[in-house]
């Protein structure tokens, strides 16, 4: 008789199949890949807890599994990189059974199928707690040298891809595109100075671009790109502060020099928006500009992306 | 006012020092490594759960991290390599507070430095559940090629380091020296055919070494070296099934020549013992010789090294 999980591996192993760069993926004591030459190596990893980063049945099992792929794809976009291999450790609830973790699985490999990645490793566990998957991705630099948030410059534009606010209301966080595709086509297009990815809320993380670029920033209130479920909420909190201030949108922010950015606006042709939604200056913080001319200063104010009891960071 | 876990996350910074090839650890979305030319790139991960792979107040918070990441070491070590960076991703129970959080980080760092490997990346998450820490090691070979579990030739002496059994009833499994150095002597002296580390218990781990080279073995009782716990242990099990099926030992279990295994032996002048337990044939599956010459085939009786109500398998 086997023991379940050596059950779930065996499944496992018969959807996944090694290729470059993976030489030896699952079943070994560690997996073994070739790494490019002058590439740097890039390491993703982040830790999904049922009950704070999904839950059931607002979430099914491969939209869990899915997601916890989905937000290691989103930080290796996010230095401009291409992920190369993907390793899965999880803690399976015992009560659920072999099906779900099946269920699981399936939803991971099948983005990492979509974006031609392996799952080269994991450990799998099971236990009488909540569903806990981890996930490290490795990757590697698409153009030159990774992104890093640390090279915004005083006159850079500040953009973002896509649209902001409402994604834990909207699910957009079970569901979103990681935006491997849009950083590709920038790196092909411009030299970026500065990205990341907004994990928790654009004010919070625009901080931390400027923070680790020692530079302000003046956003545009009025520029900034909404989502339909923000212009549309009833809760008391306007648009404008559930595209600031809400968590785990998954888009780029990024900043290039002005030329680059007005090149940028003219040839875009993907299908994912980029909108300038300000500058980065010689100032200490952040400010934003409303429509009425009232320039403010814009705190960290994104909070948690947290849907449950917890708290979480990226 | 910053987020308890900002709060560790500077803290955990405080405590490493980004060196090659580590060229930009914690604090951007991904961390950049300069991967070895010539080298393979090894990768492992292991999930460890309260209650599962440890139990407090058994364990301390200190030495619960340092095992998530030895356990990983033991990993890089059955590879026949060496590890290079360490990323962390952790559920913290809300209720037991950042200090208790800084003790489980503490302990893990502190085997990091022991071994020179830095912390480079992580993802820090707090929970109403239980602790459960996931840490990956990328890591690269020592010697011409990693060495994996299906190399194992008829005829090939088979060996373990150090004792085998009672591993959770010692609290061997929090403690333990991943056997770094060792397989580093091991690559220095000999050839290695197929290696890899006992986790699941001799018996079981021998029956994938078996499987993965599609050989036999015929295994001699009398040799297998035992724990001073398994042979003092008064639990209707007699210390030679402590030996074969008890978990989380983290020896090395290898396979090399005759000629090689003989210079071995004259030559070795590590600490940790280095014992002959059979030989490798052409039969299928495992056999064992006892004392009395009887000779019956070995099931892979290493059955789970979970210590608490989960299955746990690497």
């Known amino acids: 008789m086997k023991r379940p999980e050596f059950e779930l591996i065996d499944w496992i192993r018969s959807q996944v ?14 997996a073994c890949l070739r790494p490019a030459v002058d590439r740097e190596l890039l390491v993703a ?12 049945p607002d979430a099914t099992p491969e939209l869990a599994g899915r997601k916890a792929l989905a937000v290691n794809l989103s930080d290796i976009a996010a230095m401009a990189g291409e992920p190369t291999a993907v390793f899965v450790s999880v803690a399976l609830p015992n009560d659920r059974g072999v099906e779900f973790a099946r269920r699981v699985h399936a939803g991971l490999i099948e983005l990492a199928d979509e974006f031609g990645i392996v799952v080269a490793g994991g450990d799998t566990n099971s236990w009488n707690g909540p569903l806990v998957i981890s996930v490290t991705v490795t990757g590697q630099q698409i153009g030159p040298r990774p992104i890093l948030r640390s090279g915004a410059m005083p006159g850079d534009w500040l953009f973002v891809t896509g649209k902001l606010g409402g994604s834990l209301g909207s699910k957009h966080h079970l569901t979103f595109t990681p935006r491997l595709a849009e950083a590709r086509a920038l790196v092909n297009m411009v030299e970026l100075h500065a990205m990341m990815d907004i994990s928790d809320g654009l004010a919070a993380d625009l901080h931390h671009v400027l923070n680790a670029s020692r530079v302000g920033a003046l956003l545009e209130a009025e520029e900034i790109p909404l989502t339909e479920w923000a212009r549309a909420a009833r809760d008391g909190h306007s648009p404008l502060r559930h595209g600031l201030s809400d968590g785990e949108d998954f888009e780029l922010l990024f900043a290039v020099s002005p030329d680059q950015g007005k090149q940028l606006v003219s040839q875009w042709t993907e299908t994912t928006p980029i909108t300038k939604i300000g500058e980065i200056n010689r100032s200490e913080g952040c400010k934003i500009r ?12 994104g909070w948690t992306h947290s849907i449950g009891e917890g708290i979480a960071s990226d």
């Open 45 to 56: 990893i982040d830790m999904l807890m049922e009950g704070v980063h999904f839950t059931f």
């Open 17 to 30: 199949r090694d290729r470059e760069p993976v030489l030896l993926g699952i079943g070994d004591d560690a």
């Open 290 to 301: 409303y429509a009425d001319g009232r320039i403010e200063p814009l705190d960290p104010i």
